[in-house]
């Protein structure tokens, strides 16, 4: 009874312990959540336009929206977790109550045993009634192990109480924690209500804009295209510097095996006749024979001894880069992106938003390829081995074609975009297309 007693407390107490912690995990996440609503709320007012609404508020407000009801699911999740708390507590609650009836009825009889077998004489008629002196020792030790039963009998009585009246104390704390986070749900609703409606007005000024959002549409995705157009170009670019330095490498070791040929002819000639003759033959014929022997290609023509260890580090970090932005989101994002008007722009990049002038950094060691401005915008390509990053709509661009950088280094700034606000496109590439940049960069 004593052990059952003893792992029923610590089980309660485990169980308070597990769903403190859960408890705690989800008030961080909430706290997360409500930082990126703030964060992004302080991006539409410093964007806000009095005139008209644009595609950067709409994609801020179905963000926030996004984040509303995540902060809403979070809040059912707490919910629910203290719903299956209050119900265990009333479990154990029962079980307290069916381990205080038993112990209750067999203290009971013990103290009717006792009360029946009250005197001094039935204690000696018991003892002295033994056939031996260690019989009689025995009936003296199990009096004295009754009355300790009797005695622990009771204290768990007192125990079980007690653990019981701790358990509805966690049941009453858990009723006023579930009442403020009802009145939690109740504000964040109210929120999610007021933001939905924002976000229909929104959408109803951007559909009646109708023409204009389609120009803008339209001139987006010129510019995408030049900017992707310009990618290639500066790929195909070092595509063929690397196969130019690739041949100029090739000839230069075939000179050097020219000259060390007839350096070995030259000198077999000399020594014609010493005997040392068929070892210089052996010696030369193995050189030409290492020489004749096919060197394996290169995975990508890109590739050389000097970029391989860089091109291997860049794969492996795939998933941790760093973000170009130290602030900001994803306003658009790679592939499909459904628009208010119904229509879907398809992006190979990741529009990022951020104030205009942040500074645009590098997300890894890499060679500039290319620093021009297309359709009035900067844009700088830089590669790391076989792969590329670009960053597209800059200002101030501090780098230049040829120069090596470095993670997390400055190349530039946030400059506007048609809406009038901050955003840079990045892209990632490799020698064949462009691919998602967010599936590389590490989660936020």
């Not at 510019?223 to 157009?229: A, E, L």
């Not at 002819?265 to 006749?273: D, G, L, P, T, Y």
Request: aromatic share 6%; with cysteine.
């Amino acid at each position: 009874m004593v052990k059952f007693l003893l792992l029923l407390s610590v089980s309660c107490m485990l169980s308070f312990m597990s769903m403190a912690q859960s408890r705690d995990e989800l008030e961080k996440q909430r706290q997360d959540l409500k930082r990126e609503i703030e964060q992004t709320e302080k991006l539409l007012r410093a964007n806000k336009t009095e005139t008209k609404s644009n595609l950067f508020q709409w994609q801020a407000i179905n963000k926030k929206v996004n984040l509303q009801d995540r902060v809403i699911e979070n809040i059912n999740k707490d919910l629910r977790m203290l719903d299956n708390n209050m119900f265990t507590i009333q479990k154990d609650i029962r079980k307290f109550d069916k381990l205080l009836d038993t112990l209750k009825q067999e203290y009971a009889k013990s103290m009717v045993y006792a009360y029946k077998n009250r005197s001094n004489y039935d204690f000696l008629n018991f003892i002295f009634s033994a056939d031996n002196f260690n019989d009689a020792i025995k009936r003296v030790s199990y009096l004295k192990s009754y009355r300790a039963y009797r005695e622990m009998q009771g204290q768990n009585i007192l125990r079980t109480q007690e653990l019981r009246k701790q358990r509805i104390g966690d049941l009453g704390g858990a009723k006023v924690k579930k009442n403020t986070v009802l009145q939690v749900q109740s504000r964040e609703m109210s929120t999610l209500e007021e933001q939905q409606k924002e976000k229909d007005r929104i959408v109803a000024e951007l559909q009646k804009q109708g023409k204009q959002l389609n120009n803008q549409i339209a001139a987006k995705q010129k510019q995408m295209r030049k900017v992707s157009s310009a990618i290639a170009s500066a790929i195909k670019r070092a595509q063929d510097e690397a196969k130019k330095a690739a041949l100029a490498k090739a000839a230069e070791e075939s000179r050097r095996k020219k000259t060390a040929d007839a350096a070995i002819a030259k000198n077999n000639a000399s020594n014609n006749s010493s005997p040392n003759t068929s070892p210089v033959k052996s010696v030369a014929s193995g050189t030409r024979a290492a020489a004749k022997a096919p060197a394996k290609a290169p995975p990508s023509v890109l590739l050389n001894p000097e970029n391989l260890a860089l091109n291997a580090s860049f794969e492996r970090n795939r998933g941790s880069l760093p973000w170009p932005l130290d602030k900001g989101y994803v306003l658009m994002h790679y592939g499909s992106n459904k628009l208010p008007s119904g229509t879907t722009l398809v992006v190979t990049s990741t529009t990022i938003s951020a104030d205009v002038g942040s500074p645009v950094k590098c997300v890894f060691d890499g060679t500039v390829i290319m620093a021009q401005s297309v359709e009035d915008m900067q844009v700088v390509t830089i590669q790391h081995g076989r792969y590329f990053s670009t960053y597209s709509n800059l200002s101030g661009v501090s780098v230049q074609k040829g120069q090596e950088v470095k993670t997390g280094q400055v190349i530039g700034k946030v400059a506007t975009n048609f809406d009038g606000v901050g955003a840079i496109d990045f892209y990632l590439s490799n020698e064949k297309s462009n691919f998602d940049p967010e599936g590389w960069l590490r989660r936020r």
